[in-house]
């Protein structure tokens, strides 16, 4: 009697236990994203997309404010589902939408940046050329081209991002389980206290066509450390041994199953989720960090080649200014998620992991950062604290003229609203 009043204190106590510190971190960096995100990135919406005449410039900053716009939508859903401890409320749709939009986001911003550093780079290098080529038209393909291969990008999470329930508690989750394998059934790691963790068998399905060519198992004991495995339709191993990898976590499974049918299942689930969550990271590493910052690394250094001389500094000063903090803040946000993201591959520790949540968190802030920058950046701060929000976005995203190599000035101007834009990356 003591015994169970003490499990029903243990647990109702367990539902109002401060939240871990990573959750409470990562709920205050969404939060402020949110407060600064969705006003900043709207005002951007509202001054770009219905109060400026439409240029490239505008154009390039419209879609990457929608793109951090939309992520900045989904942080509420986000940050209630870390206040609920992994609680997911929401549904199966939500389920594959939300995190789907985060996503969206880091390959829509990061793409989009890659498309504004070429044309900065063309137009330094090449401004007759630009000066010819330079359309809205053709600005509004390159961003619906940059949509289209952004939403190509998310296919792995509206395959893979599923919900999960156990013990009363929905999850949403990867479930990188292939379908195709043989039988259906296999181990999940679940936490019910602090203090105790189950493990979950579910056996095959009546209807599974090979279900018959795996008998029951009638009883049989996984290692030292667990009790007897039951040949229920859903039976449960209590008090594992301490050191039993986290939830998810299968990898250090393999010690603890016997070598039936069970332990084939592991060999198989092992090698489909750690394989098909290697080429997910490994890629979205490569695609959506790698190889863009690449590109927008060799834009800029070709623009500080050229601007290097003292004629050219003096015009193109802010410009490089600009384009500095847009890297550094792109840099700085993105490349902890992905260095983390592959280092949790390989490391099974509560610091790495730990680290991982505050990555997730970085790279999440980046979707209001770059409001601010159009603000602090570009043109003398000390002249825009007079103006109007609205005006210093305007001046923010209005095209200037590129003085490298025009022949005159009444020339210059002739295209400077159409095509030119030296302050702004």
């Not at 243990?10 to 407060?35: K, N, Q, R």
């Not at 401004?127 to 939403?151: E, I, T, Y």
């Not at 181990?187 to 795996?214: G, Q």
């Not at 008090?239 to 332990?263: A, I, R, V, W």
Request: one cysteine or more; charged letters at 15%.
């Amino acid at each position: 009697m003591l015994t169970t009043q003490g499990n029903h204190s243990t647990d109702f106590l367990g539902d109002v236990d401060p939240l871990p510190p990573e959750y409470a971190v990562t709920i205050a960096i969404y939060a402020l994203t949110c407060l600064l995100g969705l006003p900043g990135n709207a005002l951007v919406i509202w001054v770009a997309g219905f109060k400026m005449r439409r240029t490239v410039n505008t154009v390039w900053f419209l879609n990457l404010a929608l793109a951090d716009f939309l992520c900045c939508l989904s942080l509420p859903f986000s940050i209630a589902n870390l206040v609920l401890k992994g609680n997911w409320p929401y549904g199966a749709v939500l389920c594959k939408l939300i995190p789907s939009a985060v996503m969206l986001n880091m390959f829509a911003s990061v793409f989009q940046l890659v498309v504004i550093s070429a044309d900065r780079c063309l137009l330094v290098i090449k401004p007759v050329w630009s000066q010819n080529h330079r359309k809205v038209a053709l600005a509004s393909a390159l961003c619906l081209g940059v949509w289209c291969l952004a939403f190509l990008m998310c296919v792995p999470v509206f395959l893979y991002r599923e919900t999960t329930e156990s013990h009363g508690k929905t999850t949403c989750e990867y479930n990188y389980y292939s379908k195709n394998l043989d039988y259906d059934y296999g181990p999940t790691v679940d936490y019910s206290s602090l203090d105790h963790m189950t493990l979950i068998f579910s056996r095959p399905n009546e209807d599974h066509k090979d279900a018959s060519a795996y008998s029951p198992m009638d009883r049989s004991t996984i290692n030292s450390g667990l009790s007897t495995v039951e040949p229920h339709e859903e039976f449960t191993v209590s008090n594992l041994p301490d050191d039993m990898p986290g939830h998810g976590q299968l990898d250090d499974l393999q010690s603890f199953l016997p070598k039936t049918e069970l332990y084939d299942w592991y060999n198989d689930y092992s090698f489909t989720e750690n394989l098909t969550l290697k080429i997910i990271t490994f890629t979205r590493a490569i695609f959506g960090f790698l190889v863009p910052f690449s590109i927008i690394l060799a834009c800029y250094i070709s623009i500080v080649w050229k601007v290097r001389g003292a004629k050219f500094a003096k015009s193109h000063g802010k410009t490089v200014r600009v384009v500095f903090s847009v890297v550094a803040a792109f840099f700085f946000c993105w490349i902890p998620y992905h260095v983390l993201g592959i280092l949790v591959l390989y490391v099974n520790s509560p610091m790495v992991h730990w680290l991982d949540h505050m990555s997730q968190a970085l790279a999440i802030a980046n979707s209001c950062v770059n409001p601010l920058l159009y603000v602090f950046t570009g043109r003398d701060f000390k002249e825009k604290i007079h103006k109007s929000l609205r005006g210093i976005f305007e001046s923010a995203f209005s095209e200037e003229v590129t003085q490298s190599t025009a022949p005159s000035r009444s020339k210059t101007r002739s295209f400077t609203d159409d095509n030119m834009n030296s302050t702004v990356v």
